[in-house]
């Protein structure tokens, strides 16, 4: 059974940063994909980073140049550093691990809020 264990959400003003994390316990084995989604209120969930275990990234063109992805294969753990945040980047933010040939693992989600 894989967990992942988000946190690091809360409430920034515009401009601000965040950084998230999420730790990922159990069988993913030593290749895979960690990747972070958002929903907001209202609209589908989409794909903000991901990162696979050599390290390829790649990043919506919505938060290019704000959004840092990064990972510690040791501690099997995946960053999100969000900087000039902005009011519609507000959403929840899931943490995901795909494993080599196998399904994708959500986390229960941290919600990140932007407003003054």
């Known amino acids: 059974q894989v967990q992942l264990v988000e946190s690091g959400g809360g409430l920034v003003q515009p401009g601000g940063s965040l950084r998230l994390s999420c730790a990922a316990s159990?069988?993913?084995?030593?290749?895979?994909?960690m990747e972070w989604y958002r929903q907001a209120p209202g609209k589908q969930r989409e794909l903000v980073a991901s990162i696979t275990t050599s390290g390829t990234t790649n990043y919506a063109d919505s938060v290019k140049g704000r959004f840092t992805i990064s990972r510690a294969l040791i501690k099997n753990t995946v960053y999100l550093q969000m900087n000039s945040l902005k009011p519609e980047d507000t959403a929840l933010y899931y943490c995901?691990?795909?494993?080599?040939?196998?399904?994708?693992?959500w986390g229960q989600g941290t919600q990140v809020t932007v407003s003054s």
């Open positions: 995901a691990v795909v494993p080599y040939g196998e399904e994708r693992y």
């Open positions: 159990g069988r993913i084995g030593d290749i895979y994909i």
